[in-house]
């Protein structure tokens, strides 16, 4: 998964992003809460660590501009040396998942990480995913259409099945690039709308099947499940 994390504290940024990077997650540190900001209004990630007290301003102010200016409703976690209880209750309130006292352990962030990715982001068995008509068999990479195997490379199997994982969120192409393919410096983003392309047309993704692949002009794309007989809306163009 995809995680971002805001510290200013390098010592502790390095602890943390090597904890979440051994535990298979790809990483990005932010140590500016408005650096973070600029990346996230053009990134998608899974889930947010962000620390309380910042040089720039608070983890309180940025929940606020994911949660309000935003509308973005990826889980937020944070890590903190204030303790209180109305510490706690003031970051709950204000629509943070989670909340962790400095220093925290290891095994105890990553369990607190994984309930609330499990709550906010249920997931398929590990061996199949299922969203009617598709059937992805993630042992063989194997995907069926009422039955009918659909030919496809790696690549399209693999971001075919992340984005019916992830039905209906906004995820950019940074994002999607870095879940399939790792995060390779030589390849262009490009890449992604390329299989995307190919992904839309082998799954026949229009909207009187019931599915919709959107993109969103420089950022990514959205798979979404619509009423086939819905009206038409129309799509901007990238």
Known sequence: MRF????????????LTG?????GHDVHGFAL???????????????????WMLPDLTGEQVLHWLRVERSNDTPVIFITSR????????ALSAGADDYLVKPPRRIELVSR????????????GEQGLRVEPYHFDLLRKVLTIHGTPVDMTDKEFELA????RNLGRLLSRGHLLEAVWGRNPDLATRTVDTHISRIRSKLKLRPENGFRLMPT???????ERIDPS?????????
């Open 4 to 15: 971002a994390i805001l510290e200013d504290d390098s010592a502790q940024m390095e602890v």
């Open 19 to 23: 904890w979440l990077r051994e535990a």
């Open 33 to 51: 809460a408005r650096e973070l900001m600029r990346v996230a209004s053009r990134e998608s990630f899974d889930l947010f660590l962000v620390d």
């Open 83 to 90: 303790h209180s209880e109305e510490d706690l209750a003031t």
């Open 113 to 124: 990480i994984e309930a609330v990715l499990r709550r906010c982001q249920p997931r398929q």
């Open 161 to 164: 099945a992340f984005l019916f």
């Open 217 to 223: 002009y420089n950022f990514g794309y959205r798979l």
């Open 230 to 238: 819905a009206p038409a809306v129309a799509s901007h163009s990238m």
